[in-house]
């Protein structure tokens, strides 16, 4: 499939984009990444009243870890959405997240969803959090026909790598693959970190720095996808703003792709992971409907 480049954008999005970006060319220090840099790992407070309404709600220990999963209510699921949390392999499970899942399975027929808290880099290492959503996987097989895996970010790196592990170990592959900004190029060589640093409302700033290594050169061969032979891999589809940081690391991974069956949506003044936690502005709202015809096309 070809590249598509949106080009329209509503007031709404575009006073939010220069509200932010406004913030960020007044800041020579990107508070989020004194943040990432900063963090201490500490245990997430989460609220579950509003998506209990239209789930049940279990929390499964799979492999020490807590999976956060979401099964509809009245229905009995042959399709799970195994979504992955972005946060710099730094953070927690966050309330948005929460939400999150709920858009996924809102958007993808209803599924069920599992959302794994895996082990971030002050409680481990890399290969760690792989293990945490392989066997996260591996409990699912046991129970769906179909999986979609939905990565975020970090998340979207930790997608990739686990599709390249299940490939190494011969596990069948999920039936597609939905990508937020995912985060390909770890060591932020691309040239949009340069050229986007400061058209980025999240992570952009004036001092020039990028996104930190969490695990301080611990590296393992599953972090860094753009090294990966793709060959097999399912549809994957990936929707990435053109103003942030990490695009490069977007085209870069669709140069790989079978793009005969992968989509890659270019969205204008929009942000990293715009879409993750909201479906009421339009652009949100547009993108959600997109990803609900990739899954219905790739089922």
Same mark, same amino acid.
């Given at each position: 499939? @070809? ?6 954008i509503s007031r709404e999005a575009s006073n939010i984009y220069y509200e932010g970006l406004k913030r960020i060319r007044a800041c020579n220090t990107n508070p989020i990444l004194l943040?990432?840099? &900063? ?47 972005? &946060? ?35 409680? &481990? ?56 900004? @995912? ?24 001092? &020039?720095?990028?996104?930190?290594? @969490? ?62 936690h909201d479906d009421e502005l339009k652009e949100c709202n547009d993108c959600w409907n997109r990803i609900s015809k990739f899954y219905n096309k790739n089922k």
């Amino acid at each position: 499939m @070809p590249i598509f480049n949106i080009t329209d954008i509503s007031r709404e999005a575009s006073n939010i984009y220069y509200e932010g970006l406004k913030r960020i060319r007044a800041c020579n220090t990107n508070p989020i990444l004194l943040q990432l840099k &900063g963090y201490k790992y500490t245990r997430p407070s989460l609220n579950f009243l509003e998506p209990m309404k239209n789930f049940d709600l279990e929390i499964k220990l799979i492999d020490n870890v807590k999976n956060y999963y979401f099964k509809k209510k009245d229905k009995v699921n042959d399709t799970v959405v195994l979504m992955l949390h972005g &946060g710099g392999y730094v953070l927690p499970v966050s309330q948005n997240n929460i939400h999150g899942a709920t858009l996924y399975s809102k958007y993808i027929g209803d599924s069920d969803v599992l959302l794994p808290d895996y082990k971030v880099a002050s409680q &481990g290492s890399h290969m760690e959090a792989l293990l945490n959503a392989y066997n996260a996987y591996l409990y699912l097989k046991t129970k769906y026909k179909n999986i979609v895996l939905a990565g975020q970010s970090a998340g979207g790196n930790l997608a990739l790598g686990l599709l390249e592990y299940l490939k190494d170990n011969n596990v069948e592959l999920p039936k597609c693959v939905i990508l937020a900004s @995912p985060w390909t190029d770890y060591k932020c060589e691309g040239k949009s970190y340069r050229e986007n640093m400061t058209e980025d409302i999240l992570f952009g700033s004036l001092s &020039g720095d990028i996104l930190p290594d @969490p695990y301080e050169g611990n590296h393992d061969k599953y972090m860094f996808p753009l090294e990966f032979d793709m060959t097999g891999y399912p549809p994957i589809m990936i929707n990435v703003a053109k103003t942030e940081m990490l695009l490069s690391d977007s085209l870069s991974l669709y140069d790989k792709l079978d793009q005969e069956k992968s989509e890659l949506y270019l969205y204008p003044l929009m942000w990293h992971d715009f879409y993750t936690h909201d479906d009421e502005l339009k652009e949100c709202n547009d993108c959600w409907n997109r990803i609900s015809k990739f899954y219905n096309k790739n089922k």
